[in-house]
């Protein structure tokens, strides 16, 4: 039973849980239709609660009607009270709406309907069979990634001779079947390798990178050919017209790079 824990800590319940306790508080929500104002204001439903305790603790005071009846009246509080009235409000707002609306009746169909369907037992085949092309035998013919290292230094492994099948034993393979080919890698050596691929590779080889030559300006040699040095970004070219010596240049380089 659903109960309403409103009541200082007693159960109370809904009036809707009994039919007799339902009539009483029809009849005594007629009775108290307005709170009374006279001598400080009671609430309508607080009369109600009232008249409907007295009326229980007459009955609970009644050894005849306790013993001849079976008569029970529940606890009900203000809070149940008010909610049961506000439910009963609505249905009887709606039984009244509903007065006078011809409902329709039973929709089924004058006539009997056709029996279902049976159902095959076997799946149904198509009239036309499918046909599943099967894809292409491509074994073989993707291209291979090959190391770096085998595409350079070595050249690709010739195959072995193919050993024609033996004649012994005709049993394990059938003469229609074309002998296995062993796949061929080719050296693939179009797509120049990454810079770190290069890198390490010469350091798996021990092999230099050859640096870039820079050449002089004036004289066209490498700078790092004799006499020729630079400064913070600025060269020095003792083959350039008017040229001081390397240590003088040397000296104004750094007197300059201390000025602020
Ligand atoms: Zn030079």
């Known amino acids: 039973m659903k109960r309403c824990f409103l009541s200082a800590g007693s159960p109370a319940s809904s009036p809707s849980k009994s039919r007799v306790v339902e009539a009483v508080c029809i009849h005594l929500c007629d009775k108290f239709s307005t709170p009374q104002k006279k001598g400080g204001y009671v609430s309508r439903w607080k ?15 009644s050894e005849d009607l ?15 009270l008010t909610k049961w009235y506000k439910d009963h409000t609505r249905r009887g707002e709606i039984k009244m709406l509903m007065q006078g609306l011809s409902l329709p009746g039973r929709r089924t169909a004058k006539e009997p ?14 009239a036309v069979p499918l046909t599943f092309e099967e894809p292409t035998d491509t074994t073989g013919q993707a291209a291979r990634r090959v190391r770096r290292s085998l595409s350079v230094s070595e050249p690709a492994a010739t195959p072995p001779p193919v050993d024609p099948p033996t004649p012994s034993d005709p049993t394990e393979e059938s003469p229609a079947q074309p002998p296995v080919q062993p796949m061929v890698i080719q050296p693939v050596a ?7 691929t290069d890198w390490r590779h010469r350091k798996k080889t021990g092999e230099r990178k050859e640096r870039k030559v820079y050449t002089c300006r004036v004289c066209n040699k490498p700078i790092t050919s004799p006499g020729h040095t630079q400064f913070r970004g600025h060269r ?15 000296v104004l380089r750094r007197a300059e790079s201390k000025k602020p």
């Open 113 to 126: 309907l056709p029996p279902a369907k049976e159902l095959p037992s076997d799946p149904s085949q198509p």
């Open 47 to 61: 009369l109600i609660i009232s008249a409907y305790n007295g009326i229980r603790q007459r009955l609970l005071n």
């Open 236 to 250: 020095y070219c003792p083959d350039a017209p008017n040229q001081i010596p390397k240590e003088e240049w040397l």
């Open 190 to 196: 179009s797509k120049p390798a990454s810079r770190t």
């Open 66 to 80: 306790l013993e001849g009846t079976d008569l029970i009246l529940l606890v009900i509080n203000e809070a149940t």
